[in-house]
């Protein structure tokens, strides 16, 4: 290339980049509507999470945030879908407590989710109550163990499904109990609910926000919280622990991720704007409405809690004597 050429080109280039809309003068970030995976059914407490949060965000990026159901394969689906995305900063999942857990109880998720996802922040944390029907004569967790000691492998529970996170919480309690019960899966906790109030089950281990409406009601009676305190909805039901049922704490949990290789700055930005939908009066009213706890975390510390959970995932799975899927 002659010296000539190569400066007409060089002119070319520049007064193409000069051009609004040009290749390199990329607009700033978001200038066009987010897409917001939920791999779980609307109505579900995950999808009431989002929907609590997506409207600030909204506002806070100037931009509107779409909520995309796409459930089934206890959320492998919608979690496959946000992996292949692109890493743009417009797509992000709801991530929480199966997504990890998935990782050992499928032997193909189509996704890893240490690998295939940057974490950006934790949502919300919820308690999981320990909870019978209130026709069951059944007042605290010692009357459930001794009736389980009297009539070992005679009683049920319920869970939303094989390797479900309350599958697995009641197969450690059991464990730990030291008694033995029999699993009964259901499509979700909310059909085992169902069930436990028309006194198929015996007991059943479902998240706050699902149990919380029916033990108001006076339909079901919740013996403990699965947590390390007593939740404040619930001021007078004590923990496991006060119970007598040491080293079991259930915690689910529900965050934001993005596709790996998402820009850091967009990461930073969706990280502090949800710090900051996670601080109005009024989202937070909607997340503690159930039970729950608003509960913003940085990229670190959610990444570490995601990691932690197939872990326990793992050790659960031994107890309850499974096998990945």
Known sequence: MTRRTFVQQAAALASVAALPGAAGAQPAWPSRPIRWIVPFLPGTAPDMTVRAVAEPLSEILGQPVVIDNKAGAAGNIGAQQAARAQPDGYTWVYSATPMAGNMRMYKAPGYDVMSDFIHVSRLASSDVLLVVSAESGMRTTK???????????????????????????????????????????????????????????????????????????????????????????????????????????????????????????????????????????????????????????????????????????????????????
Do not use: C
């Not at 404040?232 to 259930?250: C, F, M, N, Q, R």
């Not at 509960?295 to 107890?319: C, F, G, N, P």
């Open 143 to 325: 009357d459930l163990i001794d009736r389980m000691r009297q009539q070992p492998g005679k009683l049920n529970y319920g869970s939303g499904g094989v390797g479900s996170p309350n599958h697995l919480g009641a197969e450690l309690l059991l464990s730990v109990a030291g008694v033995q019960a029999v699993h009964v899966p259901y499509k979700g906790t909310v059909d085992a609910v169902n069930a436990l109030m028309g006194r198929q089950l015996d007991f059943a281990l479902p998240i706050f926000s699902v149990g919380l409406p029916h033990v108001a009601s006076g339909r079901l009676t919740a013996l403990a919280v699965a947590g390390p305190r007593r939740n404040a909805k619930l001021p007078d039901v004590p923990t496991l622990a006060e119970g007598g049922i040491e080293g079991v704490s259930l915690l689910s949990y529900g965050g934001q991720s993005v596709p790996a290789r998402t820009p850091a700055p967009i990461v930073a930005r969706i990280n502090a704007a949800v710090r900051e939908a996670l601080q109005r009066p009024a989202v937070h009213a909607r997340l503690t409405a159930g039970g729950g706890t608003p509960s913003w975390s940085s990229v670190e510390d959610y990444t570490q809690q995601v990691r932690a959970q197939i872990a326990d995932t793992e050790k659960m799975m031994k107890l309850a004597r499974l096998e990945p899927q």
